[in-house]
């Protein structure tokens, strides 16, 4: 199987795909972020520093301007002094927003910056001269030409000098104005970039989820098949596996076993029919040993009774002879009777006595021989 292709191989894929997306994109946003940081600190922390300097520069020119326009107009020391003192005030604040401005400028500026600057500090090298012979002409009470030289040269100088400051105001307006658009930009093409993102990401998991699904769908029937096979069902047909995944291998393995199934069945069904074969056989084999046994026990009652008949007829030969030598020892006795009368005849019947008892002990021997034969044949029949 081809690993991609299992759900393991989807899977990793596609988690690998979407990580790699997010990597991208925290990448991205990282470069942007900066960027855009970048942008911010140079218009609130440099742009506009030196716009707020600049604005304290017009600030500080317009008051001193109306401030010189009240000394040539309004009469009397105390008015002369109040806003003598409001234009040396302007005048140090002017001076230390200056400073600050050319330590920025000393960091770091652009060359429209720097020109512009110039031609602020060349206008008020210009003017101060003017409002300190105008404050002199007010001081010595020529109010006449005081009046005539600011209207003449002051105002003119005053007018260009904010006019200049305000072109670098104007400067770092349009300096502020060009970042927060270009911010503007950044964010705006970040949202898309970030949709973009989603987009894929979203594209890719539904696919794999639908992939997934139409290879997790094959397990259904797989599950029902199994059911069936568990309750003894094992005609149930099952569907072919379709594609190169793990459920694919699993359907095909089900066929496998379901196969190994029916095959066991199969066996078991032989063996059960060589056992019943079995069981007759060794039923057919007891019966031919019953028979067998029957018989050897006939033989052996066959011959016990053949002993028994012939113990009987020994027996009744033993009788006899006992009788017979009953009768011939009466004769004996009889014949001793005599035998003070006869010594031949006490001779002949001790002879005939011999004869009888070896007959005797003839018939005795062949008794016993014929009971041993009995025992032994009966001893066997038990056997």
Avoid at 151 to 176: M, S, Y
Avoid at 198 to 225: E, K, T
Wanted: glycine share 8%; charged share 20%; hydrophobic share 45%.
């Amino acid at each position: 199987m081809n690993y991609f292709f299992g759900l393991s191989g989807r899977v990793i894929a596609g988690f690998s795909i979407i990580i790699a997306l997010m990597v991208a994109l925290t990448g991205f946003a990282i470069t942007e972020v900066r960027s855009i940081e970048s942008s911010l600190t140079t218009a609130n922390d440099v742009n506009s520093v030196k716009q707020r300097y600049a604005i304290n520069f017009r600030g500080s020119v317009h008051d001193r301007a109306i401030s010189l326009r009240d000394v040539v107009l309004m009469s009397g020391p105390d008015n002369l002094r109040e806003n003598l003192a409001t234009i040396t005030r302007l005048a140090d604040q002017y001076a230390a927003s200056a400073v600050k401005l050319d330590a920025m400028m000393a960091g770091g500026g652009s060359t429209e910056e720097a020109r512009i600057l110039d031609g602020i500090k060349g206008i008020e090298a210009r003017t101060m001269p003017v409002v300190a012979a105008i404050i002199e002409k007010s001081q010595a009470g020529d109010l006449a030409g005081a009046k005539a030289q600011l209207l003449a040269e002051g105002r003119p100088a005053f007018v260009e000098w904010l006019a200049r400051i305000n072109q670098f105001i104007d400067l770092e307006e349009a300096k502020n104005q060009a970042l927060t658009a270009g911010t503007r930009q950044v964010t705006a093409n970040f949202q898309t970039l970030m949709l973009g993102f989603c987009g894929v990401a979203l594209v890719i998991g539904a696919g794999l989820a639908a992939w997934n699904i139409v290879s997790i769908r094959q397990l259904r029937p797989v599950v029902a098949r199994m059911r069936d096979m568990a309750q003894g069902n094992l005609d149930a047909p099952i569907a072919p596996a379709r594609g190169r995944d793990e459920t694919s291998e699993i359907v095909g393995a089900l066929g496998m076993f379901r196969d190994s199934l029916i095959q066991s069945r199969e066996i078991e069904a032989s063996s059960a029919t060589a056992r019943l074969d079995a069981e007759a056989q060794r039923k057919a084999g007891m019966r031919a040993m019953a028979d067998n046994f029957e018989r050897a026990i006939g033989t052996a009652l066959s011959t016990v009774s053949s002993a028994a008949s012939h113990l009987q007829n020994a027996a009744q030969s033993l009788t006899t002879v006992a009788g017979e030598t009953a009768r011939r020892s009466n004769s004996v006795a009889a014949a001793a009777n005599e035998a003070s009368g006869n010594v031949t005849s006490v001779a002949s019947a001790t002879e005939q006595l011999g004869s009888s008892v070896q007959e005797i002990a003839r018939q005795v021997s062949s008794s016993s021989s014929l009971a041993q034969t009995a025992v032994a044949e009966a001893t066997q029949a038990a056997a």
